[in-house]
């Protein structure tokens, strides 16, 4: 009998790559065995887990295997893995999360310890196998895969130079698409307009009035579509051989012909719709918003996708300019005297349009969900467009979303442009995917936070507590990238017979089943299997220590608060925060009894203070001065990013450039600021350059433009090439703002910094560095409050 070492796994990710070969980090490396010592270790058990990420060129991983994988017999259904037991004579594996004995089928006859299948090998815990045929599209029997399909949803109530920005970028957006790519239009504003770009004689246009909502079937009638999409309804004929993967139906052509064309045959008419597309003619009154039906528009959209295209991988990518303020989905009135709705008004439910508004995009959420579809939002506005009411439709289809300012604004323009994008620069588009879970037999799954929504697949590995999307084994994500993640929260719950000693298997194993459909079109399954190890968290809190990730669990628990905030009226999250960082200090920590000057923490746990108190200030638990729409954005980026990108939401990066020495990391400190010195701080969202006095000061007098002073050119240019860089890797594309000390732009920088010195210290500030004029404590105080507690307590 042969099996991989599972000792090995954890120690297996690669230095340069924080989520190694499986893009999955795990909070605890090493779990308790007992529900009650998993309580005391206060961070819950939980794994991140990038399902679509494109492994590292440097990990050893096999190409995507072309057959089928071996399933454990149910009701496990487990797939083979490197962890499972083999025995080469009799042809048999042991399946390691529940023990049952399995035949290897007829074509796997050869095996032997010297000719090993790739799903067998140690280093290979994760595989990608390619479903229906040897992967050459349209060769050997196997069907050619579908089209891409966008439908773009165009805002027209805005001003003239901002729809000649959207015009640009359309433009470049088709030109950037496969030939092969099906390509629709809508168009709305006071009302909807869906183009026919199959009737080339004309402009052919379908209106819709965004008054009142109006059903699928409604839609699907006027269109001339009614039937479509359902038995009976005359299909595109099947390729040879080409089954139904997925739940992926062959789309209908009375549709697909009319409003969804290759971008080779409608690039011309698609052209010369944008060259004539204007603002909305309506009459806009004095002392009102100008009328603006976003969710008829998107009615309309999901219709026709579901007529055309059931089951088959599509986005709807809108592009809002404002927000809704007539038929479904409004959220302020046309009426410019009643303000969009602020948090203040959803706290004391004076948002007379909110739940409404969020019930109507639940059930647009569950249309687009079981017809395989996803909803991208690119909102660009001053004002609020309604993503806080949105946010559960884009969110459960997997979406991506971008805010910006203006169509205009490098944050939309480049962000738009990178959907569409080949080669290094693609995001790596996939569609129609599902995620299964399988566990040992004392795991449960509790839920996931992320861009998925819940099959209603019940199953013994379902925990009696719910966290997100739970009561499932199986969920579904119309949408995922290379950068999707999913967030998943787990129970133990150990039976009698694995609590009696010698019954106890000293490994735990978690796997990760992913169907999805690739962008190159072939439907592919992705097996990551995991493996840690047990311990006795009541008499081996090392092993516990030593398998902390503090990274991860900072990412956790900002995830977890946050949706607590959503779903619970009155949760206090710097309440819930400062207890939990008590309790874990109190459990993990060294220290004496009435001297708080001995608290001292395992490096394992060292960051962890750091991280919460900068969670505390973060913007996902103080939402004063941001809007719904700004608190929706940036925690649906934050659930959806991995971790080492939602580790710099919540504690942004610093780098110092000077003459003094090589660019280098700086604490996240006022005290940091310096005259003579320029810092690079990535906030995620904003990536600030900022220039102290001094610097600033010799810039203005052009000594960067002299040639002997040609060290300081390189100076000013060094930030500005590593912003660059963190700028091209990142979507969406951050905003990017240089400023100086003592200038209006440089509170991006200030508002993020530990208020080391204050008004109130501004005597003991070094000269040429800067006070921050807040009344917020600093670190160093948190931290002392926090052993003082700790001595107290003990």
């Not at 080409?242 to 549709?255: I, L, R």
């Not at 203040?344 to 007379?352: E, I, R, T, V």
């Not at 002073?709 to 091209?728: G, K, N, R, S, T």
């Not at 209006?744 to 993020?752: D, G, I, P, V």
Request: some cysteine; hydrophobic content about 40%.
């Amino acid at each position: 009998m042969s099996a991989a070492d599972p000792s090995a796994a954890p120690a297996a990710a690669a230095v340069a790559d924080p989520d190694g070969p499986d893009a999955v980090r795990l909070t605890w490396n090493t779990w308790p065995r007992s529900k009650v010592e998993a309580s005391r270790c206060v961070v819950p058990l939980a794994a991140t887990i990038s399902p679509a990420r494109v492994p590292d060129p440097s990990a050893a991983s096999p190409p995507p295997l072309p057959y089928p994988p071996l399933r454990c017999k149910p009701p496990c259904s487990a797939l083979l893995n490197p962890f499972a037991r083999v025995d080469f004579a009799a042809k048999i594996w042991i399946c390691p999360l529940c023990f049952s004995r399995n035949h290897f089928p007829p074509h796997y006859a050869a095996i032997s310890e010297s000719n090993v299948p790739a799903e067998l090998f140690p280093q290979c815990s994760t595989v990608e196998y390619i479903v229906g045929g040897a992967g050459v599209p349209g060769v050997g029997g196997a069907p050619a895969p579908p089209p891409p399909v966008f439908l773009f949803v165009i805002d027209t109530c805005v001003i003239e130079e901002e729809l000649e920005y959207v015009k640009m970028a359309m433009r470049k957006a088709v030109a950037l698409l496969p030939e092969h790519a099906l390509v629709g239009l809508v168009t709305f504003g006071t009302q909807v307009h869906l183009h026919e770009l199959g009737f080339s004689d004309l402009s052919k246009i379908y209106v819709f009035r965004g008054t009142k909502e109006i059903s699928k079937d409604q839609i699907l009638d006027q269109l001339g579509l009614a039937g479509a999409g359902r038995p009976g309804f005359p299909k595109m004929p099947q390729q040879p051989g080409g089954p139904q993967v997925n739940g992926m139906h062959p789309p209908s052509t009375a549709g697909v012909n009319r409003f969804l064309l290759p971008v080779s045959e409608c690039e011309c008419a698609l052209s010369t719709l944008l060259d004539e597309l204007q603002p909305d003619q309506w009459p806009v009154e004095a002392g009102n918003r100008a009328i603006r039906c976003t969710g008829v528009a998107l009615s309309v959209a999901a219709g026709l996708l579901g007529a055309c295209m059931p089951g088959t991988g599509a986005r709807i990518i809108a592009l809002l300019g404002g927000p809704c303020t007539e038929g479904p989905g409004m959220i302020v009135s046309k009426d410019l005297s009643e303000p969009v709705r602020s948090h203040k008004d959803l706290d004391k439910d004076a948002a007379p349009h909110f739940q409404k508004a969020i019930k109507f995009y639940d059930g647009l959420a569950k249309q687009l969900v079981s017809q395989g579809h996803v909803l991208d939002v690119f909102a660009s506005a001053l004002d609020q467009v309604g993503l806080a009411e949105m946010k559960v439709a884009i969110e459960r289809t997997g979406g991506l979303v971008v805010l910006s300012e203006s169509f205009g604004h490098s944050v939309f323009k480049d962000s738009f442009k990178r959907i569409f994008e080949g080669g290094e620069q693609s995001l790596g588009l996939s569609f129609n995917g599902t995620i299964e879970i399988n566990c040992s037999k004392d795991i449960k799954v509790q839920g996931i936070i992320g861009p998925c929504t819940s099959l209603e697949k019940k199953g013994a590995v379902c925990a009696d507590t719910v966290v997100g999307q739970g009561n499932t084994a199986a969920w579904k994500m119309c949408g995922l990238d290379r950068n999707t993640s999913l967030t998943v929260f787990f129970d133990v719950s150990p039976s009698e017979r694995s609590s009696q000693p010698g019954h106890q298997n000293p490994h735990l194993y978690i796997q990760f089943v992913t169907s999805y459909q690739h962008p190159e079109g072939q439907m592919r399954i992705r097996v990551t299997t995991i493996c840690r190890k047990w311990v006795d968290g009541s008499t081996n809190t090392e092993e516990l220590v030593e398998g902390f990730d503090q990274e991860t669990a900072a990412v956790v628990l900002a995830r977890y608060i946050s949706l607590k905030m959503e779903m619970e009226e009155e949760f206090d999250a710097t309440r819930w925060l400062d207890r939990s960082l008590i309790r874990l200090c109190s459990r993990f920590g060294d220290y004496r009894k009435d001297d708080p000057s001995s608290f001292s923490l395992h490096s394992n746990f060292s960051l962890f203070p750091q991280f919460m108190f900068n969670l505390r200030r973060s913007q996902f638990v103080q939402v004063f001065n941001n809007s719904p729409d700004e608190t929706a954005y940036f925690r649906m980026l934050l659930n959806r990013e991995s971790i080492t990108n939602s580790v710099a939401m919540i504690q942004p990066s610093l780098i110092s450039f000077s003459f003094d020495s090589p660019p280098s990391p700086v604490f996240l400190d006022v005290a940091s600021i310096a005259a003579d010195r320029i810092l690079l701080l990535d906030a995620y969202f904003s990536v600030v350059i900022f220039h102290g006095m001094t610097i600033a000061q010799w810039r203005n007098m052009g000594y960067q433009n002299q040639p002997e002073h040609e060290q300081f050119a390189q100076l000013l240019q060094a930030p500005h090439e590593d912003a660059q860089m963190i700028i091209e890797g990142r979507f969406p594309v951050p905003r990017l703002v240089v400023c100086d000390q003592h200038g209006s732009q440089a509170r991006f920088l200030l508002a993020k910094l530990n208020p080391s010195a204050t008004y109130n210290s501004a005597h003991d500030v070094a000269p040429g560095s800067d006070i921050i004029f807040t009344d917020d404590v600093s670190f160093q105080v948190f931290c002392e409050h926090l052993q003082r507690l700790l001595a107290v307590q003990s």
